[in-house]
């Protein structure tokens, strides 16, 4: 395959940035996107040029770092990772815009990688249970009821990679910071604190700069883990909750 890539450029977080245009030739459709900029990395180093930065560890789908906008899409046309992407939901000869998250909450670092660290401050924030530490308990030594456990299993799936920022007209994180109360408030051992971390999490949420919520469901349609809208009434009847009893 033949592909011609429009990408973000941009040299630190004060430098305005631009679209750059490259061509990358004989691209596997089997290879995975990542891969594919591997290759346009090699050849820009070979022609003294600077690579573009992008983000990635794992490149299985698990850590969340690799999320970039392809054609306008948060992590591209499939409901995946980016890693996870590959070429073959491309054709010969397409040409593919790459640019990073856009939020005010994601300021870029360079070229396509962005500082996430305004999620691991709403974890941060209330996104834990206070427990002592100690040997792990019986693991049926507290029941949950089936339904709960799926539910809270299902919304644990989040990896905090910020698509759902990336993707919402508003660049609400209300997709993530539900899918976290969710997880807790669904388990015994995070409903002692669940009011609290409700309040706590939110108020973060709004001092990072992300935008409110207006329920478009951006953000449960691009979610490479296909978190369910319906979190967020969740949190919004727990953040009711908080405020009837004063909390």
């Given at each position: 395959?033949?592909?011609?890539?429009?990408?973000?450029?941009?040299?630190?977080?004060?430098?305005?940035?631009?679209?750059?245009?490259?061509?990358?030739?004989?691209?596997?459709?089997?290879?995975?996107?990542?891969?594919?900029?591997?290759?346009?990395?090699?050849?820009?180093?070979?022609?003294?040029?600077?690579?573009?930065?992008?983000?990635?560890?794992?490149?299985?789908?698990?850590?969340?770092?690799?999320?970039?906008?392809?054609?306008?899409?948060?992590?591209?046309?499939e409901v995946t990772t980016t890693c996870q992407l590959h070429m073959r939901s491309f054709n010969d000869g397409d040409?593919?815009?790459?640019?990073?998250?856009?939020?005010?909450?994601?300021?870029?670092?360079?070229?396509?990688?962005?500082?996430?660290?305004?999620?691991?401050?709403?974890?941060?924030?209330?996104?834990?249970?206070?427990?002592?530490?100690?040997?792990?308990?019986?693991?049926?030594?507290?029941?949950?009821?089936?339904?709960?456990?799926?539910?809270?299993?299902?919304?644990?799936?989040?990896?905090?990679?910020?698509?759902?920022?990336?993707?919402?007209?508003?660049?609400?994180a209300m997709l993530f910071t539900s899918a976290k109360v969710t997880h807790l408030n669904m388990l015994p051992q995070?409903?002692?604190?669940?009011?609290?971390?409700?309040?706590?999490?939110?108020?973060?949420?709004?001092?990072?700069?992300?935008?409110?919520?207006?329920?478009?469901?951006?953000?449960?349609?691009?979610?490479?883990?296909?978190?369910?809208?319906?979190?967020?009434?969740?949190?919004?009847?727990?953040?009711?909750?908080?405020?009837?009893?004063?909390?």
């Amino acid at each position: 395959m033949n592909i011609t890539l429009k990408i973000w450029r941009q040299a630190n977080p004060e430098d305005a940035g631009a679209m750059h245009e490259y061509q990358v030739h004989n691209v596997s459709e089997d290879s995975s996107f990542l891969e594919m900029l591997d290759i346009l990395n090699e050849e820009l180093f070979e022609a003294g040029e600077e690579p573009i930065t992008f983000d990635s560890d794992c490149r299985e789908g698990i850590c969340g770092q690799c999320g970039v906008v392809i054609n306008g899409v948060a992590h591209g046309p499939e409901v995946t990772t980016t890693c996870q992407l590959h070429m073959r939901s491309f054709n010969d000869g397409d040409t593919i815009t790459i640019e990073p998250w856009r939020a005010t909450a994601f300021p870029v670092i360079k070229d396509l990688v962005v500082d996430r660290s305004a999620l691991d401050r709403i974890i941060q924030a209330g996104g834990y249970i206070s427990v002592n530490t100690g040997a792990a308990p019986e693991a049926h030594s507290v029941p949950v009821p089936k339904p709960n456990a799926d539910r809270a299993f299902e919304a644990a799936a989040c990896i905090g990679c910020g698509a759902c920022v990336a993707a919402c007209p508003n660049a609400s994180a209300m997709l993530f910071t539900s899918a976290k109360v969710t997880h807790l408030n669904m388990l015994p051992q995070g409903q002692p604190e669940n009011l609290k971390r409700v309040k706590n999490m939110l108020n973060q949420h709004d001092a990072e700069g992300f935008g409110t919520c207006t329920n478009i469901g951006e953000c449960a349609a691009v979610c490479p883990k296909q978190i369910p809208l319906d979190v967020i009434s969740t949190l919004n009847r727990q953040l009711g909750k908080a405020f009837f009893k004063g909390v």
